[in-house]
Each structure stands twice: as structure tokens, then as C-alpha cells.
């Protein structure tokens, strides 16, 4: 596609339920990254992708956040057991693999509350 | 580990004044990226300028232009002729620029809101 897309935009859950955030990058764009913005705040590195494979997991906050991709294309970011302060804005970006020092391509994000 | 820090929660410019963004980082590496996205009400990250660090020479993008200082980890922001569309969060950003397992994972400032008065 001609850009990053994110779904869904907004997404209001309850406590305890379960979500999945959606991710589909740029065709051909092998990198793939999702971060995490509290209201106010920076962005938090969570997940990266390289192809289907996740060699840095370490953002991920705790064992409910789960990520995985389907070859080089979309990925999902589910979060399991949602609390409030799992309440942020996802969001996703992504590049090219040989790429070094782009920033990537940034997604629209998706907004979460956590009621 | 990597750190940005922006120290300015919130600058305000009148509309055609120049404003300076600050922002300063810590880093063990020699060779980097640093960025600048704007990112507005929409949340879309737009980039609005990149310096490579090995580069000494700062990077200019129409209005907006750096103060590149490597010694003292430092990374301004200037935007000129300020215009109502300018009006946003700012953030800074810093990628190690190494290739291999850990990507190009970015490492953000907390952001800096600038409010452009007409």
C-alpha cells in the first residue's frame, strides 16, 4: 500500500478482555516495529520484526503483550487481560531491511482505552 | 542504554518568530542517527529532519534546521518563520545506527507541545 495502516483507529475495551491491534506495512518493507504511546508522553519501543521473526522483543512489557507477523506483511500486537494502564496509543512503523537510520515509515496508530 | 531527554514540556512562538527546541541524549556510540518528528493532533509521526552523526555539517530542511553539537550531546531544533501549521509535539529521537538483530529501533524523547500564536 501507499503507506502504513493501522487497525482498528480507536478501540474501547474492558478490563480483563483480550485485543488484538493490527499492522499492515509498507509492501515490500521486510523491518517492522511497534511502539507505545501513554497520553503525554514519548513513544516506548516494544517489538521489532524482521520478516516473520521477532529478534527484539525487549519493550514488551510483561507476558500479556504477545506479537506476531505473517511473512512480510501484516502484523498483529495482542494483549491479553487488558489493564488501564495497558491504555496508550499503538503505534506501528516500518522499512526496509537494508535501510539504516530512516526513522521507518510510521502507521497512524491505534488508540486503546481500558475501561 | 540509550537516553533522550527534552527538557521543555511546552514552547510557545508568535506566528513568522523563529523558536529553539532543545534536546540531548547519551550514547556509548560514535556513530548514530538523530531525528526530529513532528506529530500532530491526527498522531500521525511525520519526520521532519534527520542528522547522521559522523556528518559535522548541520542538517537544514527548508524552516527548519539543527544545532548539531556531538561533544555535548546536543540536538536543537529551529524553526523559523513559524507558521500555524508548525503547531504540534515535537519529539526527538535517537537510532545507533548498527546494523544486525536489534534493528534500527528508535528511542524517543518525551516531547516537547509548541503552540504558535497568530
Not at chain 2, 518568530?17 to 513532528?38: G, I, N, P, R
Not at chain 2, 523559523?80 to 545507533?96: E, R
Request: hydrophobic content about 30%; charged content about 20%.
Amino acid at each position: 500500500g501507499a503507506g502504513v495502516s493501522q487497525s482498528p483507529s480507536n478501540k474501547v475495551t474492558e478490563k480483563g478482555k483480550d485485543v488484538e491491534l493490527r499492522c499492515d506495512p509498507i509492501s515490500g518493507h521486510t523491518a517492522l516495529y511497534w511502539y507505545r504511546q501513554r497520553l503525554g508522553q514519548g513513544l516506548e519501543f516494544l517489538i521489532y520484526f524482521q520478516g516473520n521473526s521477532a529478534p527484539d522483543k525487549s519493550g514488551l512489557p510483561s507476558d500479556r503483550f504477545s506479537a506476531e507477523r505473517t511473512g512480510e506483511s501484516v502484523s498483529t500486537l495482542t494483549i491479553q487481560r487488558t489493564q488501564q494502564e495497558d491504555s496508550a496509543v499503538y503505534l506501528c512503523a516500518s522499512s526496509l531491511a537494508e535501510e539504516t537510520g530512516t526513522g521507518g515509515i510510521f502507521g497512524p496508530g491505534t488508540r486503546l482505552t481500558v475501561l | 542504554a540509550q537516553t533522550v531527554t527534552q527538557s521543555q514540556p511546552e514552547m510557545s512562538v508568535q506566528e513568522a518568530e523563529t523558536v529553539t527546541l532543545s534536546c540531548t541524549y547519551d550514547t556509548s556510540e560514535s556513530d548514530y542517527y538523530l531525528f526530529w518528528y513532528k506529530q500532530p493532533p491526527s498522531r500521525q509521526m511525520i519526520l521532519v529532519i534527520r542528522q547522521e552523526a559522523y556528518k559535522q555539517q548541520n542538517a537544514t530542511e527548508n524552516r527548519f534546521s539543527v544545532n548539531f553539537q556531538k561533544a555535548a550531546k546536543s540536538f536543537s531544533l529551529k524553526i523559523s518563520d513559524s507558521q500555524l501549521g508548525d503547531a504540534a509535539m515535537y519529539f526527538c529521537a535517537y537510532d545507533w545506527g548498527v546494523r544486525g538483530a536489534a534493528g534500527n529501533k528508535l528511542t524517543f524523547g518525551g516531547g516537547t507541545r509548541v503552540l504558535v500564536k497568530p
